[in-house]
């Protein structure tokens, strides 16, 4: 079905920027953002959020985009381009995040198939976590071992589900990028706003909504002088963005040579910010709304990550009653459904194009055999234990890799590749020559502000490490799951770039 040889090609820059922002929106923006605002000093965390999107985050993202389209290749025959030693550096995401954050990644899509579910079902049998929701999500529905080893038996719902996710992946990927990925983001990103849209007005009407609006963007500017405050906002930026996951080197390869890259980077990150700052308000109402009911404040029942989206929002749906808790539910883990897919399928496209432009493979073929691995590498995270494993996974290679690949990248264009080259490119793409104000705000970025703060970021969370093992866990689990998963996917980077290019 596929010519191996023909680089595939978006249809249009509108289904290429759907993509894009199909990539950039998806579980952080809704239950990580919120979260990060309200714990980070409400709207004046905002501030860290833009300077590290105007320094760090959009600089980035152009480089990315301009890597890609200037030498026609996926993340590892960019950056092959760029020099032979450098191979790695492309590999080395595509699989860390192909292997490892898409794989606990589509697990949490399946906790939210599962959730939908349920959630669909209370309509007219009752809410199945109506008594305690903490204890359903720990206890009933992950069954939760007591150590990171004891993996335990797989819990079948949630392998199903996971399952389903995997083949939805697939389906899509298998075919070429503007009949696959394009296809479906023209189909999911509607949807996501119409849905996202549905949830913020019908949660704003709720009684108590205001309070959690409230809590959500309340300055309070005394935080801003907290180093926490400024890791947190460029953490966010670079799994918000997808910066370092090489999904915006393919993506941008498959563009015509005429495009605007500046403006689809601004686009690009304006959109997802956008997404991010919108659905808190969704998120925050219902939180206003439940302290309401149960008489306590939106900060006594706000937690993080999983357990807000698990365990408050279901004990908030409880208390609207069987029908509007029902529907509201089903909308909800829809909503987080989609804006998952539309990730989880530009990971798998960005491998697929490095295994492609390197090995010349059929893409049906090579799509079934990395979905097929990536599916038994889920099976960990389907564990009982596999919350602990998801965390610590997460906690490695979102922490360190993403900001270590943007790091480097900034500096191999930067400093070592010529990068006055890759400034022409942008004017020369675009048709007209770059503004001086832009190509010095994109110069200083890239060269200097843009890595000084990322090595920062990297130092201070080392140093963090070193004092506190993360999270509590034995020092043994995190050095060889959280270690062991950045030494081996890196190996497999430089394993794979030293073999032999199939076409040249
Ligand atoms: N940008 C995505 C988000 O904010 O949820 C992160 C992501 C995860 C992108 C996994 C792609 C991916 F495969």
Redo the contacts with the bound molecule.
């Keep these: 079905m596929n010519d191996s040889n023909d680089r595939s090609q978006w249809k249009s820059s509108y289904g290429f920027l759907l993509a894009a922002v199909g990539?950039?929106?998806?579980?952080?923006?809704i239950w990580r953002f919120s979260f990060l605002c309200h714990k980070n000093g409400g709207g004046a965390f905002l501030i860290p959020y833009f300077v590290a999107l105007f320094i760090v985050g959009i600089p980035l993202l152009v480089l990315e985009f301009a890597l890609g389209h200037k030498k026609q290749g996926s993340a590892p025959a960019a950056l092959e381009k760029v020099g032979k030693e450098w191979e790695w550096l492309g590999w080395w995401p595509v699989i860390f995040?192909m292997f490892g954050?898409?794989l606990y990644?589509n697990v949490i899509i399946g906790w939210c198939v599962n959730y939908m579910v349920m959630a669909f079902r209370s309509i007219w049998s009752g809410f199945p976590w109506a008594e305690d929701s903490q204890s359903f999500f720990y206890n009933d529905f992950l069954a939760l071992s007591d150590t990171v080893w004891s993996l335990g038996s797989l819990r079948w719902q949630i392998l199903l589900a996971t399952i389903l996710v995997w083949v939805v992946n697939w389906s899509i990927c298998f075919r070429h990028v503007e009949k696959g990925v394009e296809a479906a983001c023209k189909i999911f990103m509607p949807l996501l706003l119409l849905l996202t849209l549905t949830l913020v007005f019908w949660s704003l009407t709720l009684p108590g909504a205001m309070q959690g609006v409230k809590a959500y963007l309340y300055p309070d500017w005394t935080l801003l002088s907290k180093k926490q405050v400024w890791q947190d906002a460029f953490g966010q930026i670079f799994?918000?963005?997808?910066l370092g996951?090489g999904?915006m080197i393919a993506y941008a390869s498959y563009l015509p040579r005429k495009v605007n890259i500046i403006r689809y980077a601004l686009i690009t990150s304006l959109a997802d910010t956008l997404y991010s700052f919108v659905a808190g308000f969704a998120v925050f109402s219902i939180l206003g709304y439940m302290a309401q009911e149960i008489g306590a404040t939106v900060h006594g029942v706000v937690t993080e990550g999983p357990g807000l989206a698990f365990v408050v929002y279901p004990k908030a749906l409880t208390l609207m009653g069987n029908l509007t808790g029902g529907l509201l539910g089903t909308i909800f883990f829809l909503t987080l459904c989609v804006?998952?897919l539309s990730?989880?399928i530009?990971?798998i496209e960005a491998f697929t194009a490095a295994a492609l432009d390197k090995f010349k493979i059929v893409r049906a073929r090579l799509v079934t055999i990395t979905c097929s691995i990536g599916f038994v590498g889920s099976l960990v995270f389907c564990s009982r234990a596999g919350l602990f494993w998801l965390d610590i996974v997460d906690h490695f290679l979102n922490g360190y890799g993403l900001m270590t690949v943007g790091l480097v990248e900034c500096l191999l264009v930067g400093w070592y590749y010529e990068h006055g080259r890759m400034r022409d490119h942008l004017g020369q793409s675009s048709g007209k020559p770059i503004g001086a104000l832009v190509a010095s705000w994109w110069d200083w970025s890239i060269k200097f502000i843009a890595p000084g703060s990322l090595f920062l970021i990297i130092f201070w969370s080392l140093r963090g490490e070193i004092s506190h093992p993360y999270g509590g866990y034995p020092v043994s689990a995190v050095v060889i799951i959280g270690g062991g998963w950045v030494l081996l996917t890196h190996f497999a980077a430089v394993f794979f770039s030293h073999l032999k290019w199939k076409l040249r």
Excluded: C
């Excluded at 799994?239 to 997808?242: H, Q, V």
């Design positions: 990539s950039a929106v998806g579980l952080g923006n995040v954050i898409v990644y799994f918000s963005l997808s996951f999904i804006a998952g990730s989880s530009s990971i």
